[in-house]
């Protein structure tokens, strides 16, 4: 079963739920490249507060759906904790960014659009195109 994972952010008096992580200990978000792409940097984050949260649970994967694109972004958790940057900007919460080049993309009838690239020094396996819809 799907496990809501939840952060406070400041001034509001409730959580918000920001993604499930299923019994396949994937962490899957629903994402707008409009609002969450950052273009400058070409990268997508996730709270650090969620990141901290799905390392204590065992995370393995994080797979994004891009709802504007319908593209599913996919990198291996390790990889995402290696390669990816903090980074606090304006008066929001601070995130975890990971570039474009680590993720593997797929369009929603799982053809690969782009292929990640993989660090050396990082243990992964391999992403299977499984497609899970949120």
């Given at each position: ?88 900007y304006g008066k929001k919460e601070e995130k975890t960014f990971l570039e474009k080049k680590w993720w593997d ?30």
């Amino acid at each position: 079963m799907s496990e809501q994972i939840k952060i406070l952010k400041e001034g509001r008096k409730r959580a918000m739920i920001i993604g499930t992580l299923g019994d396949d200990k994937i962490f899957r978000k629903k994402v707008k490249y409009s609002k969450d792409y950052l273009e400058k940097y070409k990268c997508y984050g996730i709270n650090k507060e969620a990141i901290e949260e799905l390392k204590n649970k065992g995370c393995a994967q994080i797979e994004l759906l891009d709802t504007e694109n319908n593209l599913i972004w996919k990198v291996n958790f390790n990889l995402f904790i290696a390669n990816g940057w903090n980074w606090t900007y304006g008066k929001k919460e601070e995130k975890t960014f990971l570039e474009k080049k680590w993720w593997d993309i797929f369009n929603t009838n799982k053809s690969r659009v782009q292929k990640g690239q993989k660090d050396p020094l990082v243990k992964t396996e391999a992403i299977t195109p499984q497609l899970e819809l949120l």
